[in-house]
């Protein structure tokens, strides 16, 4: 039984790897044109049809390509936020900003929630990776994650990873 289990929990964790490393179709566009204003603006349309959160999108400076990496990294970490408002927040809005500055791209997930009880993570481990997995994607990339919450403050999250010009 604790081989079935051993291997069941591999065969999982191999799926996640290999789910993690595809692009979100959202992404998909003409060579050198930015893409994540679109699929940040595609997630949150989604999202407004079936919950009851007033989603907002925001998008400051001008949008350049990013790469698929860095793209892939906020896309995901957006929709992280945004699940969490959905799950956790009892939120009746949430707003995306998205800003492009000349040395960084930071991304801000805001929501009028009820604020973050404790900052523990889940160990449920059927769940997903939440926050400790969002930090991961963006250290992966130089990047940094900041949280700010306050109970019956709502929750802010700001992902934010440099950009390297050559």
Do not use: F, K, W
Not at 12 to 38: C, F, H, I
Not at 129 to 148: F, K, S, Y
Request: one cysteine or more; a negative charge; aromatic letters at 0%.
């Amino acid at each position: 039984m604790r081989a079935t289990a051993a291997t069941a929990r591999d065969g999982l964790d191999e799926v996640r790897r290999v789910v993690q490393d595809l692009a979100p179709a959202e992404l998909a566009s003409g060579p050198g044109e930015p893409a994540l204003p679109d699929a940040l603006r595609q997630t949150c349309e989604r999202l407004a049809v079936h919950a009851s959160v007033e989603v907002r999108v925001q998008v400051h400076g001008t949008a350049v390509p990013l790469g698929a990496e860095i793209e892939t990294a906020l896309l995901r970490t957006a929709r992280g936020a945004l699940a969490n408002v959905l799950e956790h927040a009892a939120a009746s809005t949430a707003v995306v900003t998205l800003t492009n500055q000349p040395d960084a791209v930071v991304l801000d997930v805001r929501d009028d929630g009820r604020g973050l009880p404790d900052r523990t993570a889940s160990t449920d481990p059927d769940r997903g990776r939440g926050l400790t997995g969002i930090r991961a994607r963006l250290r992966e990339l130089g990047g940094t994650l900041v949280l700010e919450s306050e109970p019956g403050e709502g929750t802010a999250l700001a992902a934010s990873v440099p950009l390297v010009r050559s």
